[in-house]
């Protein structure tokens, strides 16, 4: 029987999502596929409403598979891995849903380019960040360049990116890293719990947001601005805005139904 390297279970509009790749659930060419096809199938169904991804044992996502790449003949064509991984990073930076990281140990190199991408890091007290791909000559090449600066700032970036050093959970917090630490026996109660609220939020505004939120950084400031102008019309013409429009004149909870 194969081992399935992605575990998924659905509750209450939430997707829970468990890479398992034993030892440490290191992301490869067939790992990736795996994750992209649940992101463009399971959890594009109507009926999901925000993700939890994990990792099964010790380690989220322990970075990517070495031996891939120290096998791989540069000379042919590149690694099949290069352009799957930020395909699938960058599908979810933009997914119109949220997406929340329950980084449960290790969460290095790849790992840390997949919880970057996610719109919420929890960390377990257990965690453990880095990029250490310039102890091997490397570089990041799933977003961590682009995205660490925009999340912790460019001196803090420059320090992971460069020394390649690991943080441990509570100065990952307290660099802007994560948003929140708690015990391990917590991690996924709390995430699921994160998960379940952000479930209740209007779908159309939470897929706006992030899409101008992402599109907005490429975009002059003024630009990106009359741009927010132009989807907030868009969204007022929405049955879900009229509805919440109404629920709150009406002192009632709003019935969202994503239209």
Same mark, same amino acid.
């Given at each position: 029987?194969?081992?399935?390297?992605?575990?998924?279970?659905?509750?209450?509009?939430?997707?829970?999502?468990?890479?398992?790749?034993?030892?440490?659930?290191?992301?490869?060419?067939?790992?990736?596929? !795996?994750?992209?096809?649940?992101?463009?199938?399971?959890?594009?169904?109507? =009926?999901? #409403?925000?993700?939890?991804?994990?990792?099964? =044992? !010790? +380690?989220?996502?322990?970075?990517?598979?070495?031996?891939?790449?120290?096998?791989?003949?540069?000379?042919?064509?590149?690694?099949?891995?290069? #352009?799957?991984?930020?395909?699938?990073?960058?599908?979810?930076?933009?997914?119109?849903? %949220?997406?929340?990281?329950?980084?449960n140990g290790a969460c290095l190199g790849g790992g840390s380019e997949l919880a970057l991408a996610c719109d919420f890091r929890i960390a377990s007290s257990s965690a453990v960040f880095g990029q250490p791909e310039i102890k091997l000559g490397l570089i990041p090449a799933w977003g961590a360049i682009q995205r660490l600066p925009r999340l912790i700032g460019r001196g803090r970036a420059l320090d992971l990116l460069l020394t390649g050093r690991t943080v441990a959970a509570d100065e990952?917090?307290?660099?802007?890293?994560?948003?929140?630490?708690?015990?391990?026996?917590?991690?996924?109660?709390?995430?699921?719990?994160?998960?379940?609220?952000? %479930?209740?939020?209007?779908?159309? %505004?939470? +897929?706006?947001?992030?899409?101008?939120?992402?599109?907005?950084?490429?975009? #002059?400031q003024g630009q990106a601005i009359r741009d927010d102008e132009w989807t907030f019309g868009d969204l007022l013409g929405s049955e879900d805005a009229q509805e919440g429009l109404r629920a709150f004149l009406e002192k009632r909870p709003p019935a969202w139904q994503g239209r």
């Open positions: 029987m194969s081992h399935d390297t992605v575990r998924t279970e659905v509750r209450a509009g939430v997707l829970s999502i468990t890479i398992d790749r034993p030892p440490v659930n290191a992301l490869d060419t067939a790992l990736l596929q !795996r994750l992209l096809d649940v992101f463009e199938g399971e959890a594009a169904e109507a =009926g999901i #409403r925000s993700v939890v991804i994990t990792g099964a =044992g !010790r +380690a989220f996502v322990a970075g990517a598979d070495i031996r891939s790449f120290a096998e791989h003949d540069v000379s042919s064509e590149p690694h099949p891995s290069m #352009r799957l991984g930020n395909d699938l990073f960058n599908l979810i930076e933009a997914y119109p849903k %949220a997406i929340i990281a329950a980084v990952a917090l307290a660099i802007g890293l994560v948003h929140e630490v708690v015990e391990p026996d917590a991690l996924v109660p709390r995430a699921q719990d994160l998960a379940r609220t952000l %479930a209740s939020i209007a779908p159309l %505004a939470l +897929a706006a947001t992030k899409e101008r939120l992402v599109k907005g950084q490429s975009e #002059r």
